[in-house]
Structure formats: structure tokens, C-alpha cells
């Protein structure tokens, strides 16, 4: 699995982390595997206040389609359309920051998704 830097794009391999130890990107970035724990992460690694901005509005879409997955009255095609839709608007708005998004917010739909509603029909993807 690689990790990009959230500044420059730059991929770096897991295996290159040992421990707590951070990695120094070859553009000063200093980069260790917590920054990928939580969704605030997302948004801590912006440098302007425009970028932070459609990070924080990436952050409140994603909520609504977590939102969706807990009720049980959205389907899951919605919720698929939903969720293609945030990774689109990603790509347009944070190309080098895809991965990142798959990251975070992807394995938490997954994790929602499985946890929530794994025992419905609607469970294939």
C-alpha cells in the first residue's frame, strides 16, 4: 500500500514506516501513518483557506452518505451514485489527494456499510 503526500503528491510505500517513525518527503513534508486515522486528517494538510474550504465541503458530503447508509430507507444505489458523485468532485477539486480520500473516506463507507447493513439484501457490491 502506498501513502501520498498530501503536499506534493509524492507516493511513499508503507513498508518504508517502522513504528512511530515519520518519513521525510522530498518536499520537506514529514509524513507517518497517523495522518491517515481520521477524517479531520483530510482537512489538516491544506494550505489555504480556498483548499480548506472544499475540503471542509468533501467532509460534510461524505457525512451525508454516511448518514444515508445508516437509514435504512435509502437504497444502495443511491448510495453508490452518492458516493461516485463525492469521488468525482474530489478528482476535480484534489487530484493528488485521491488516494487519500479512498483512504479515509472509502473504508469508512465500506465499514458503515458492512457493520449497518451486511445483514440486508441490499449487501452486494
Request: proline share 2%; aromatic share 10%; with cysteine.
Amino acid at each position: 500500500m502506498a501513502i501520498r503526500c498530501p503536499r506534493c503528491g509524492t507516493q511513499h510505500d508503507v513498508v518504508k514506516f517502522e513504528g512511530n517513525q515519520k518519513l521525510k518527503c522530498r518536499c520537506g513534508f514529514l509524513l507517518d501513518l497517523s495522518f491517515i486515522e481520521t477524517v479531520d486528517d483530510f482537512l489538516r494538510f491544506f494550505e489555504n483557506e480556498e483548499e480548506r474550504e472544499k475540503a471542509a465541503e468533501i467532509q460534510r458530503d461524505a457525512q451525508v452518505i454516511c448518514q444515508m447508509i445508516l437509514n435504512e430507507e435509502c437504497s444502495k444505489v443511491d448510495i453508490d451514485i452518492a458516493e461516485e458523485q463525492l469521488k468525482e468532485k474530489v478528482r476535480q477539486l484534489f487530484p493528488h489527494q485521491l488516494h487519500t480520500y479512498e483512504i479515509i473516506y472509502e473504508a469508512r463507507f465500506k465499514r458503515l456499510w458492512e457493520q449497518f447493513r451486511a445483514g440486508g439484501q441490499e449487501s452486494d457490491s
